[in-house]
T-cell receptor
Framework: DAGVIQSPRHEVTEMGQEVTLRCKPI?????LFWYRQTMMRGLELLIY????????DSGMPEDRFSAKMPNASFSTLKIQPSEPRDSAVYFCASSPGTGPYEQYFGPGTRLTVT | RKEVEQDPGPFNVPEGATVAFNCTYS??????FFWYRQDCRKEPKLLMS???SGNEDGRFTAQLNRASQYISLLIRDSKLSDSATYLCVVGTQAGTALIFGKGTTLSVSS
């Protein structure tokens, strides 16, 4: 059974460029989460969706970040324009319900902004 | 007070040792509890859920103390492959996200 799929796995871009990260959750899961992880700040929740609807985006750092979930099998996280301080590993996770259930993480996208 | 607090370590132990990690959480309404494991440059993976009565999975034992808002993970007979960061995770209510601690790093040496 396929787990959470993320693409790309690695992204190197220059400051000011637009970056789009993609996620396919586990089939049948109805909650999706975007996280960012750095050594300094640990794992930070950016936004999460229940049944494709954004529930809490209070973790999104600023207006340069946006996320969408057009259907149950796809979500994107966009950064425009990107900045060096956005360099981090971005994880997508999905969960089987709207309760406080366990989450299953994708392999992450390692983003480097130069 | 942070919502989920863990001793960051590192814990350096020899193979075969028993090691225990502790975690405290601030919200008394928390309903679900987990331990995740994260290897270097990998994603967090669910290690085990933590139940009120305590539970065991092989060499791993998890316990929950609701009165003290405290969770523990005990690893017996440590293996080199147990070297990783262990994340304490708490869920509060339906429809909300889980809260992750910053993790405790374990290094097992031969």
């Amino acid at each position: 059974d396929a787990g959470v799929i993320q693409s790309p796995r690695h992204e190197v871009t220059e400051m000011g460029q637009e970056v789009t990260l993609r996620c396919k959750p586990i089939s049948g899961h109805n909650s999706l989460f975007w996280y960012r992880q750095t050594m300094m700040r640990g794992l930070e929740l950016l936004i999460y969706f229940n049944n494709n609807v954004p529930i809490d985006d209070s973790g999104m750092p600023e207006d340069r970040f946006s996320a969408k979930m057009p259907n149950a099998s796809f979500s994107t996280l966009k950064i425009q324009p990107s900045e060096p301080r956005d360099s981090a590993v971005y994880f997508c996770a999905s969960s089987p319900g709207t309760g406080p259930y366990e989450q299953y993480f994708g392999p992450g996208t390692r983003l480097t902004v130069t | 007070r942070k919502e989920v607090e863990q001793d960051p370590g590192p814990f350096n132990v020899p193979e075969g040792a028993t090691v225990a990690f502790n975690c405290t959480y601030s919200n008394s309404a928390s309903q679900s509890f987990f331990w995740y494991r994260q290897d270097c440059r990998k994603e967090p993976k669910l290690l085990m859920s933590v139940y009120s009565s305590g539970n065991e999975d092989g060499r791993f034992t998890a316990q929950l103390n609701r009165a003290s808002q405290y969770i523990s993970l005990l690893i017996r007979d440590s293996k080199l492959s147990d070297s990783a960061t262990y994340l304490c995770v708490v869920g509060t209510q339906a429809g909300t996200a889980l809260i992750f601690g910053k993790g405790t790093t374990l290094s097992v040496s031969s």
